[in-house]
């Protein structure tokens, strides 16, 4: 069954690092979708992208993160200096298309020391 | 503002009993998704409900969602030790990305 994959899945990193969370989403796929999700909390929507744009937003998403589609497979969150605050766990997503059902990676543990 | 509540937020239920977890939302959706996650690991779909009065049920969980009321309910028949977990609602409005509820951490006492 095609499933959405992501690495590392647990990355420890000082703060003020750049890392670069990975994903490989289901392969008909064209939306994907970052969500975090702090430790206890509940997830939260990060960015949705779609034909090589982002399509929305939310206001955690601020000038330190970045998406990119770099080749046909990889979907990338990047976080360009790190903060105790980004700790968490970031889901990757994918689906068909809007308003379908998005299937979940295994999820990112990040942790900034 | 589009809001997901759900209660309760921390439910712990003998074996054998019956319980049932809120989800009220804000405003009119068409999409509601339930989902179940184990300590540490990903979100696993459970049920999606598309329009009002869907139900669905699979083993001993039973989901319903009535959109004019805007109110899905998650309902556990006859608990076991296995349905430990938190439970996420999520709705889907007319954009793609999802709002999840506050989740409710489901303990089964034997």
């Known amino acids: 069954e095609p499933e959405v994959t992501q690495t590392p899945s647990h990355q420890v990193t000082q703060m003020g690092q750049e890392v670069i969370l990975r994903c490989v989403p289901i392969?008909?796929?064209?939306?994907f979708y970052w969500y975090r999700q702090i430790l206890g909390q509940k997830v939260e929507f990060l960015v949705s992208?779609?034909?090589?744009?982002?399509?929305?937003k939310s206001e955690i998403f601020d000038d330190q993160f970045s998406v990119e589609r770099p080749d046909g497979s990889n979907f990338t969150l990047k976080i360009r200096s790190t903060k105790l605050e980004d700790s968490a766990m970031y889901f990757c997503?994918?689906?068909?298309?809007?308003?379908?059902?998005?299937?979940f990676g295994q999820g990112t543990r990040l942790t900034v020391v | 503002e589009l809001k997901v509540e759900q209660n309760p937020l921390f439910l712990s239920m003998q074996e054998g009993k019956n319980y049932t977890i809120y989800c009220n939302y804000s405003?009119?959706?068409?999409?509601l998704y339930w989902y179940r996650q184990d300590p540490g690991k990903s979100l696993e779909s459970l049920f999606v409900?598309?329009?009002?009065?869907a139900v669905k049920q699979e083993g001993r969980l039973m989901a319903s969602l009535d959109t004019k009321a805007r109110l899905s309910t998650l309902h556990i028949t006859a608990a076991v030790h296995d349905l430990s977990a938190t439970y996420f609602c999520?709705?889907?409005?007319?954009?793609?990305?999802?709002?999840f509820g506050t989740g409710t951490r489901l303990t089964i006492i034997p």
């Open positions: 997503a994918s689906s068909v298309r809007v308003n379908t059902e998005a299937f």
């Open positions: 392969s008909n796929h064209l939306y």
């Open positions: 992208f779609y034909n090589n744009e982002i399509s929305e």
């Open positions: 405003t009119t959706s068409d999409r």
């Open positions: 409900l598309l329009s009002n009065g």
């Open positions: 999520a709705v889907q409005w007319w954009n793609e990305k999802l709002t």
